[in-house]
């Protein structure tokens, strides 16, 4: 039998938690050939719900379900980890910024970074969700000196799919028309959603949409406040959705990424277009399968585009500002 995939997901017993792990187990990610061996984290008072999980996983009897372990010790979940996903967190609530979050979840990642570092496998690859996503994964990342930085991804790829539907919406097109969805910068407010550089149907967006106004009036706030939007409707924040955007992110990794498209997510930036070194920043990629990504280089940023990238890095270097008592030896 091939050797089975090591995912770890903390909080595996939230909101999100629940929405993901079954399709993990069922192949969704890493294929009909895997199999996928669950690694699953949570606070002690979690365990025993995360438990009744753990026998739905079982009466699933899924073939590609290699094996389940739960526990509330990070160094004991993450052993060996192929994949290490971080999700256990605070959500915010309606009224709050997700950067409010900081300094209650930012003490989680210091930890787990700690563990990741001694007991993953020597070629994890980590994906924070929990938020702030960019920020919690740079804590995480500061502490795990041994992870080269290629390793590291911070979620954006919810706000990816939210921009591309808006789109096709728009567009009155199939949302799989629209391709080369960027999002630059931070999982938050400041993000900037590149509808410039995005193609539907092959054409560059703002001339199949034709209505310039609509694009900085109604498409960049949409998708970068969708979450606060999400919370007010639905009274938490988003999970099904979420947990979709974290199994499309870890797939747009393993694979090859299809010719005249790329993904977005937060990686460590090496000072392309200019962003900060070091900062976890969301830009375009291109994976060759295995995790094995780029940056896609040369895209054209015009003026406007340049203030929202430089915005977003602001942001991104005051959050890193806030927890500089958190950061560890690789910061
Ligand atoms: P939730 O409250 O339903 O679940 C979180 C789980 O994490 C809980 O079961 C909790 O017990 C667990 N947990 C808390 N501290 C932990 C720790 N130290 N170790 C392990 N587990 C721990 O919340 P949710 O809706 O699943 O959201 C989880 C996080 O994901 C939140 O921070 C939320 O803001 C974030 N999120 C991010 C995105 C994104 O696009 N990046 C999207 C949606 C949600
Ligand atoms: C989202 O974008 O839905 C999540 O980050 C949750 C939130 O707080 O907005």
């Not at 290629?150 to 808006?166: E, G, I, K, P, V």
């Not at 998708?223 to 797939?251: F, H, Q």
């Amino acid at each position: 039998m091939t050797t089975p995939i090591r995912v770890a997901v903390t909080g595996a017993g939230g909101q999100i938690g629940y929405a993901l792990l079954f399709r993990l187990a069922s192949g969704a990610v890493f294929g009909p050939d895997r199999p996928v061996a669950l690694q699953l984290l949570e606070i002690t008072p979690a365990l025993p719900s995360l438990n009744g999980t753990i026998m739905e996983l079982d009466d699933c009897a899924f073939p590609l379900l290699a094996g389940v372990k739960a526990s509330d010790k990070p160094e004991v979940a993450f052993e060996g980890a192929d994949w290490v996903i971080l999700v256990g967190g605070l959500p915010r609530k309606d009224g709050m910024s997700r950067a409010d979050l900081i300094r209650a979840n930012g003490p989680i990642f210091t930890g787990q970074g700690k563990a990741i570092n001694d007991a993953a496998g020597p070629d994890v690859r980590i994906l924070t969700v929990a938020n702030p996503c960019n920020t919690n994964a740079l804590i995480a990342r500061s502490h795990a000196p041994k992870v080269p930085a290629d390793r590291w991804f911070a979620m954006t790829r919810l706000d990816q799919n939210r921009a591309a539907s808006q789109l096709a919406q728009k567009a009155g097109v199939p949302v799989a028309s629209v391709k080369k969805m960027t999002i630059w910068g931070n999982h938050s407010d400041t993000q900037y959603p590149d509808y410039k550089n995005a193609e539907i149907g092959g054409s560059p967006a703002p001339n199949v949409i034709g209505d310039d106004a609509w694009f900085a009036d109604t498409f960049i706030p949409t998708v970068a406040k969708r979450g606060g939007a999400v919370i007010k409707a639905r009274g938490a924040s988003s999970a099904a959705s979420a947990a979709n955007a974290a199994l499309d992110s870890v797939r747009s990794l393993f694979v090859p990424t299809p010719a005249g498209d790329w993904f977005s997510a937060g990686v460590v930036s090496d000072g392309s277009y200019g962003i900060p070194e070091g900062l976890i920043y969301s830009f375009p990629l291109v994976s060759k399968g295995e995790s094995r990504w780029s940056v896609v280089q040369g895209l054209p940023i015009d003026d406007d585009a340049r203030k929202r990238l430089d915005a977003s890095a602001a942001e991104l270097a005051s959050e890193r500002d806030a927890v500089k008592d958190l950061l560890g030896p690789a910061a």
